[in-house]
Antibody
Framework: QLLESGGGLVQPGGSLRLSCAAS????????MSWVRQAPGKGLEWVSG????????YYADSVKGRFSISRDNSKNTLYLQMNSLRAEDTAVYFC?????????????WGQGTLVTVSS | QSVLTQPPSVSEAPGQRVTISCSGS????????VNWYQQLPGKAPRLLIY???LLPSGVSDRFSGSKSGTSASLAISGLQSEDEADYYC???????????FGGGTKLTVL
């Protein structure tokens, strides 16, 4: 199970940290990722992280503003979002992958809504 | 970042067969695995097809996938009303070092 939290309303230029609590599998053995969906739009990959946390990947649209991390001792994935813009408004899904980050997303959380507005 | 190209919508009658295409390039579909996701209204996406043509446990065998070169297809046979959903293809892009999703295809069962 993947349970996201931390979403909410934030002003443009503000910051927010999302969390994804994982259970039911050996968290430290799998790559993880964040995928978002703006209202009425399609899926957009945001960021990914290797099982150990040693490798991270970002979409160009968030590079330099967002930071992905994980705490394998707490079975939790994070997304630190800084310098937020209106176009970052979306439901953010946490997704699990196999150990390789390039393969597929096999389980998804229910998502948490982030709204960037003044 | 570019997206994989899917038709915005398809429709077909119950019991019929429909296919959804996904066009990419040599750096994504041409080199890596293609996956398909189903998103029912108001729900999170779920994995429908992986490695182009494999079905996860619990997915109906009415769904099938294929890949040829830089394109992939999802086929749904024996259409049912509960198949009405948005369908997305996805593949890792080696040039961008990033995941790409198709724009999504809305399936309407007439």
């Amino acid at each position: 199970q993947l349970l996201e939290s931390g979403g909410g309303l934030v002003q443009p230029g503000g910051s927010l940290r999302l969390s994804c609590a994982a259970s039911g599998f050996t968290f430290s053995s799998y790559a993880m990722s964040w995928v978002r969906q703006a209202p009425g739009k399609g899926l957009e990959w945001v960021s990914g992280i290797s099982p150990s946390g040693g490798s991270t990947y970002y979409a160009d649209s968030v590079k330099g503003r967002f930071s992905i991390s994980r705490d394998n001792s707490k079975n939790t994935l994070y997304l630190q979002m800084n310098s937020l813009r209106a176009e970052d408004t979306a439901v953010y899904f946490c997704a699990k992958l196999p150990p390789e980050i390039t393969v597929y997303f096999d389980y998804w959380g229910q998502g948490t809504l982030v709204t960037v507005s003044s | 970042q570019s997206v994989l190209t899917q038709p915005p919508s398809v429709s077909e009658a119950p019991g019929q067969r429909v296919t959804i295409s996904c066009s990419g390039s040599s750096s994504n579909i041409g080199k890596n695995v293609v996956n398909w996701y189903q998103q029912l209204p108001g729900k999170a996406p779920r994995l429908l097809i992986y490695y182009a043509d494999l079905l996860p446990s619990g997915v109906s065998d009415r769904f099938s996938g294929s890949k040829s070169g830089t394109s992939a297809s999802l086929a749904i046979s024996g259409l049912q009303s509960e198949d009405e959903a948005d369908y997305y293809c996805a593949a890792w892009d080696d040039s961008l070092n990033a995941w790409l999703f198709g724009g999504g295809t809305k399936l309407t069962v007439l």
